[in-house]
């Protein structure tokens, strides 16, 4: 009598061309989403950063009656001032285009500068109004509160800027303006990215050097302004002032 050995069954090649389509199909789906999701967490944790360091700045003015100057390129984290600059005239090197002066505040770094997560050092800048008077020690202070006029400005577009000014109804921050900005690169890293928007924030990478930002939700290229996201904060004038009077720094 002839035995007949069991028929094994198993995916044909065909099945598992089958299978491995579904897979891919399956995988790149989900691919986009969880990129996406990668970077809002990004986003968020640079949002933190900068929270975090706008908050040290506020504690380190309590401290020493007056905010720390940014940090330049070569100043290792440190605030840095000018030639001949000093905590008494406050005469800072980089007012509106340094970095933030992590090691001065204390702050976890990478040699000395905040970097957010996408591995971009963290941008800060400081107004130089009435003489310097936020950077140099109790310059607030003998200032006074009703002569103090911070001039940093935050619009929301760059359609319209000028090197002092936002363009008709397009400032976020009223008049005079605000003391203290930060803000991150973002993902693209760039200073300008591909349109005006990113250009109108102060880089130490062109000629824009002044005291005029630009802030708004996330635009790809194709956008009027092109590409834009940078991560903009800054410091309320009123919150700045209350804490310090509440701490008896001012007036």
């Known amino acids: 009598m002839k035995r007949y050995a069991p028929r094994t069954s198993g995916f044909t090649l065909v099945e598992m061309a089958m299978v491995l389509l579904i897979v891919s199909l399956l995988l790149g789906g989900l691919l986009p989403t969880l990129s996406s999701r990668v970077e809002q967490q990004r986003t968020h944790e640079a949002r933190s950063q900068l929270e975090e ?9 309590l401290i020493n009656g007056r905010l720390p100057c940014p940090a330049s390129a070569a100043s290792n984290g440190a605030e840095s001032f000018a030639g001949g600059g000093n905590i008494t005239n406050g ?3 980089n007012f509106y285009n340094g970095f933030a002066p992590a090691a001065t505040l204390g702050l976890v770094s990478t040699d000395g500068y ?17 003489g310097n008077a936020y950077t140099s020690l109790n310059g607030m202070s003998t200032t006074g509160l009703s002569s103090l006029a911070p001039d940093l400005l935050v619009c929301i577009t760059a359609t319209g800027i000028g090197a002092a000014s936002c363009a008709a109804n397009a400032a976020l921050t009223a008049s005079p303006g605000v003391p203290l900005v930060m803000y991150s690169t973002g ?10 928007d990113e250009a109108a924030n102060p ?19 194709a956008a009027p302004n092109g590409e834009f996201d940078d991560i903009v904060i800054w410091l309320s004038p ?4 209350g804490r310090m009077v509440a701490a008896g720094k001012l007036p």
Not at 115 to 130: F, L, M
Not at 187 to 196: F, H, L, T, V
Not at 238 to 241: D, H, K, S, T, Y
């Open 238 to 241: 009123g919150i700045l002032a």
């Open 187 to 196: 993902k693209n890293g760039s200073y300008g990215g591909s349109g005006s």
């Open 114 to 130: 905040a970097v957010d997560p996408w591995g971009n050092r963290i941008r800060y800048a400081v107004t130089k109004s009435n």
């Open 203 to 221: 880089n130490p990478n062109s000629a824009n050097n002044d005291r005029v930002f630009v802030s708004h939700a996330p635009a790809v290229k």
């Open 91 to 93: 005469n800072c090197s």
């Open 53 to 61: 360091i706008e908050q040290a700045a506020i504690g380190y003015a």
